[in-house]
């Protein structure tokens, strides 16, 4: 297959006015630009220990969400934001830990999207700490903006919001919750995952899953003129055209595996992936503040069809 490349502006996506348009990109209604980077400097600094599942980093991260949650307004899904279990891994026992928050709907129909980014990372490794500003403090961070946005914007479906320990390992968080969900499984229509979102130098922005729903290409393929800052969204990595089978590369997979539709969005892997120069600092503002726009923009097209 030949690699689809699509340039959408923000009014193919939320609306028909230029006015709109403009104000998905720079509205700090919707979200606070600069308390997103802020949120991805602390968890992605030394104090956090590179956020490893069952260490004393994870804990003062998962700290650090339930407090942020907490903040803004948010509820958490069950009687506490918090979902433990227990695996093995390579005869290593983990205790991991979900941190999971509701937004409820205006629908009855007890339908569910979960949105979802790992906090988790690689820790420490021959003394280096493995920060994972980009993996995946820049998602978990993407969380809180849509926290911040459900201030403002009550949605049809109730929304959890996931912050899933364990990836790095295995997916071992996401499995756990959609093997024990708090609600009936079958009520989850949707999962929007966000691994990697803070940097690329092409400006352009993964997204993966578009085939896993009949209505989800109508939001890709839809042409009208643009008219102001502009975003690259690129379609692949689906397992048929040619490059890496995105498919079970995150938390995505788990909801896949039960026939959950999802859509992922990150960007390709750049020269700090998985390694100790994943700082802060590579993090490029302009492009993660698009991005998330974006999804946020995306989310509530999302939110208005019926699954």
């Not at 689809?4 to 979200?31: D, P, R």
């Not at 260490?55 to 506490?80: D, E, F, Q, V």
């Not at 352009?204 to 102001?228: D, M």
């Not at 992936?273 to 999804?295: C, N, R």
Request: charged share 20%.
């Amino acid at each position: 297959m030949i690699k689809i490349v699509l340039i959408l502006s923000f009014i193919s996506l939320v609306g028909n006015t230029t006015g709109y348009a403009q104000e998905a990109v720079f509205n700090t209604k919707l979200f606070n630009k600069e308390e997103m980077l802020i949120h991805v400097k602390n968890l992605s600094s030394d104090a956090f220990e590179g956020r490893r599942t069952g260490t004393k980093g994870a804990s003062k991260a998962r700290n650090y969400i339930m407090h942020t949650l907490k903040g803004l307004k948010i509820k958490p899904l069950g009687k506490t934001y918090e979902q433990s279990f227990l695996f093995s891994k390579n005869q290593i026992e983990y205790q991991g830990v979900n941190v999971l928050g509701l937004i409820k709907g205006t629908s009855k129909s007890n339908k569910y999207i979960v949105v979802s980014a790992h906090y988790d990372h690689e820790g420490i490794r021959n003394g280096l700490i493995y920060n994972g500003a980009d993996d995946n403090a820049s998602g978990v961070s993407a969380l809180f903006s849509f926290a911040e946005f459900f201030n403002t914007y009550q949605p049809r479906h109730s929304v959890i919001l996931a912050a899933f320990d364990g990836e790095e390992l295995g997916l071992k968080g996401s499995k756990y919750f959609t093997n024990n969900t708090i609600v009936p499984v079958k009520n989850i229509v949707l999962n929007i995952n966000m691994d990697m979102i803070g940097r690329s130098d092409k400006e352009e922005l993964y997204v993966v899953g578009s085939n896993t729903h009949i209505n989800f290409k109508s939001l890709f393929f839809k042409k009208e003129p643009s008219c102001c800052t502009k975003l690259n969204l690129v379609m692949g990595h689906d397992g048929y055209d040619g490059k890496d089978n995105w498919l079970y590369s995150s938390d995505h997979a788990s909801f896949y595996e039960k026939g959950i539709p999802f859509l992922y969005f990150g960007v390709e892997d750049h020269e700090d992936y998985h390694e100790p120069t994943d700082d802060f600092e590579k993090i490029q503002p302009e492009f993660y503040g698009k991005a998330v726009s974006q999804i946020i923009a995306i989310f509530k097209k999302l939110d208005l069809m019926s699954f």
